[in-house]
């Protein structure tokens, strides 16, 4: 395990590795370092511009070789973002390192973490926010496939398209209130009372009755969102949603093959 002192050691190296670099035109912290929220558990979040684009290859290639050459790197994998590629590396003391490749043209901030370093960035471009109306019918998407999950006796799956449905609704929360809905961040910020209610849609097994019973939870939650939000589309939809979260041992069984 890492401590506090080992990840910050590293954390200077490479940006004095990335002042050195005569390829790398500009860096900035992203992440929890950007927003001065390091904890014990915080990761190393490093964004690297790169103005001659036929040598971002070169350097995404050295950059790597320096990771598993001087910091112990032991596995990474990509993401990609449009024309950026950030690469994640795991190292040997389980500390976790993003290194992202920005071509010049698009080495801006894309939201509130990013903390420049060195170069020039261009003009924000925060990040498009999540649509309400796109996270109610993931929802809705989610809890049908739950039912049907169910009624095929795949339970294990029924509990992978409940957790997604959960997620859409809790996102629904973050965004009534202002906080994050990306990736669970401002799961934890809503109120005790709030956290408490969604508590109750987990299962607490995977039988079949305890899942039409969270799936109940969970639907009555998602209605509680639609009704804040807009009480003419809770009335419209509701009715239906209440049916696809009815419990119904002798509805239609589908086969499972061709299940999503």
């Known amino acids: ?80 973002r449009g024309d950026t590629l950030y690469r994640v590396f795991l190292l040997h003391n389980t500390l976790q390192v993003d290194i992202s490749f920005w071509p010049a043209r698009r080495f801006r901030a894309m939201g509130p973490k990013f903390k420049l370093i060195f170069g020039v960035a261009s003009e924000p471009q925060p990040s ?69 209610r969604f508590a109750a849609c987990h299962p607490s097994s995977l039988d079949t009755e305890e899942l039409h019973r969270a799936l109940h939870r969970t639907m009555t939650a998602f209605l509680t969102e639609i009704r804040l939000r807009d009480s003419d589309v809770a009335e419209r939809i509701g009715p239906t949603l209440l049916e696809v979260a009815r419990r119904d041992v002798d509805g239609p069984v589908a086969p499972a093959a061709g299940a999503l």
């Not at 990761?43 to 790169?50: N, Q």
């Not at 309400?132 to 809890?143: M, P, S």
């Open 1 to 80: 395990m890492f401590t506090r002192e080992e990840r910050e050691q590293i954390r200077a190296a490479l940006v004095s590795a990335a002042q050195e670099d005569p390829k790398v035109t500009g860096a900035a912290h992203l992440g929890s370092a950007a927003a001065d929220r390091l904890d014990d558990w915080s990761d190393v979040d490093l964004a690297l511009c790169i103005s001659a684009e036929g040598e971002l290859e070169e350097v995404i290639a050295a950059w790597t070789s320096r990771l598993y050459r001087d910091h112990r790197a032991v596995a990474h994998c990509d993401v990609k």
């Open 128 to 196: 498009a926010a999540a649509s309400t109306d796109e996270v109610i019918g993931l929802a809705w998407l989610y809890a049908l496939h739950v039912r049907s999950c169910i009624a095929r006796h795949r339970l294990l799956q029924a509990e992978y398209m409940l957790s997604n449905m959960r997620n859409q609704v809790l996102a629904l929360a973050c965004l009534r209130q202002g906080f994050s809905a990306s990736e669970g961040r401002g799961f934890d910020d809503l109120a005790e009372d709030e956290r408490s």
